[in-house]
Each structure stands twice: as C-alpha cells, then as structure tokens.
C-alpha cells in the first residue's frame, strides 16, 4: 500500500488525476471504475481540464460506476448516474454507451445485481478503480457487516451514511434507504486501485483503515490485502498518522 501525501484537496486531486491520466495513456481502451461523492470531484475537474486541452483521449475507455441509489432516476439530481454525467461524461469524449452505473430503478434487486455483476465480468474487470471512504470505513456502499460481501448486491444504508449524504438532498427523509453497490470481492478484483481521502473529518477512521486489523466491521481494511493500492490522502486525513 503506498501512501501519497498531499498538502491539500486541490494538490489531492491533481495527483490522484495525474495516476488516471497515466492509466489511460497506457490503456487507452482501459476499464475505469469511478466513484461519486465530494472527493473525487476534483480529481473529475482536472481531467475534463486535461481532456479540454487535448491531453486526453477517453474514446476508447469504459467505465463502471460503484453504486447507485435504489428508485432513483438517472435523471433525478441526486442520482449517481447524474453524478457522473454532470460531473465527467458531459464535458469528455468517452461513448456513454460504454458508461455503466447499477440500475436504480430496477425493482427487483436480485436482477438488478445479478445484471451489473454480468456486466463487469463482459468488461473483463476493472483495470483502475478510484475509491472515497466513508466515515465509517464503507467503500462503495460496502457498510460495516458481520462479512465481506462478494459481488454487487442490495444495502441498507447505515444510519451514518443516510446522515453525512444528507447535505445533497432536500431533508433527511429524502435520502433513499437502499442502494446496489459492487461488492468487496469485485472491488479487490481491480488491477489497481487509487482512493482518495480528504479531510480532518476522516482522518480516525483512515488511521483504522491502514493500520487497524483486517475486519468487515471497517469494509476498507480489506484494501491492506490488495498488491496495488495508492491512497492519495491530505494533510488533514493523514492528521492521525
Ligand atoms: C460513492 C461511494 C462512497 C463514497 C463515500 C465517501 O460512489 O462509493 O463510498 O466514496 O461515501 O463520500 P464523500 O467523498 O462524499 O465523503
């Protein structure tokens, strides 16, 4: 596991930017699995920025989104889907046909997990996945449990979660209680794996994640066992260290 250090969340998400620039120079037919959430949004500014000035081709790359909200339309604001519209797709060259995010709307959860799982296998897996944490040390939508579950499946959210994504709906009441998120087992399948984490606010739980045991009760502990694992982390997030 490396640890890169960086001075802030601006200096946070050049870096994390510049090892996804390297990925898609190297592959440019590369799988990319992204991540929603207030930490990768810098990182997702800098390579529109990249792209705009034509350092960067995304028309040959595909990606894999890690969650999305159960019931919500793609059109909803609040949805992943949209997320990753307003924030990466619209302004790159990348086919949205080759964009895939679980479907929220499917009703039926076993099909909607049974789907995606089928889609990543037809992707060949993800060569890069960027990864947030959470404050309870959740990865996707992977809470604290009594194991680690394998592939793309249906969560409760945690009552931490529904608190701290409350800041982007109306009220508390609004935020959906179920999500599908890709599993443990398809995260640590990635070929490599960059997460970025910013703030004082998640520096205890960063300092469990690396240096703490090896437990589902903290989901990104799992990620010590990963061979290719970058955290690009900010002064304030590595305050416990
Ligand atoms: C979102 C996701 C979540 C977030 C995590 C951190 O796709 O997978 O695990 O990465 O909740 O969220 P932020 O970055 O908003 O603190």
Known sequence: ????????????????????????????????????????????????????????DFSNVSSINLDEYRGLRPDNDQSYRYFMDTNLFNHINIDKS???VPNGLEEDSQKACD???????????????????????????NEPSEAFPSGTHCVDLAPSTIEANKRFFASEA?????????????IMLAKKIVMVVSGEDKAEILKNVVNGPITPQVPASVLQLHRDVVIVADEAALSKF
């Open 1 to 56: 596991m490396i640890i890169c250090r960086t001075k802030d969340y601006q200096d946070l998400s050049r870096k994390a930017a510049n090892i996804i620039r390297a990925q898609v120079i190297l592959k440019p037919d590369c799988v990319l699995g992204l991540a929603t959430g207030s930490s990768p949004v810098g990182t997702y500014q800098n390579l529109v920025k990249w792209y705009q000035k034509g350092d960067l």
């Open 115 to 141: 789907d995606y799982d089928q889609i990543i296998e037809t992707m060949g897996g993800v060569d890069l996945q960027l990864l947030g944490l959470g404050h309870n040390g959740h990865i996707g939508f």
């Open 174 to 186: 609004d935020v959906p209680r179920q999500a599908y998120t890709m599993g443990i087992r398809s």
């Open 98 to 100: 080759k964009t895939f």
